[in-house]
């Protein structure tokens, strides 16, 4: 079954049951993550599957992608960035429960009312966030200054000497 990812409140037993799925582009509310980068995202990639999963809990599995604008931690200049992030949740019945299943190695969390699917979904964009964006690999306007040879271009020549030796 088709779902609307941004209707209210979709209940967690019936998502699972109809195996409910979602792709494509919404446009989210991301306050929270705008707190956290110079321009939130115009519009975000999702795709969402649902099913029955351990224990016949509701489990759901995602991937999200989109473009923000970050700080580069190094040169202070603004550049674009894409979040990408995948995920597997199961929903526990209890806190207990929850426990039990990340013993297991399940990623899971105690919840059976209405899921907040926009909350879901940027909590993921959050954790693809990195702690200290920047150009990779290097900053266009620090690479113009950088013309003298690199202090440990000598140590990479010993250990590529190294590698020949083994
Ligand atoms: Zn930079």
Redesign the pocket.
Known sequence: MLFDPLARAPDLRRLAETEARFEGRIILATDRLAALVEERPADVWVRLAFDQGPRQRPRVRGEVAAEVTCL??????P?RYLLQGTWELVFAASDEEARILGEEGVDSCHETGPLDVAAMIEDELMLALPMAP??EP?????MQADTAPHPFAALKGLFARDGRDK
């Open positions: 580069c931690q190094r040169c202070h200049e550049f920047r150009h290097a900053c266009a306007s620090l």
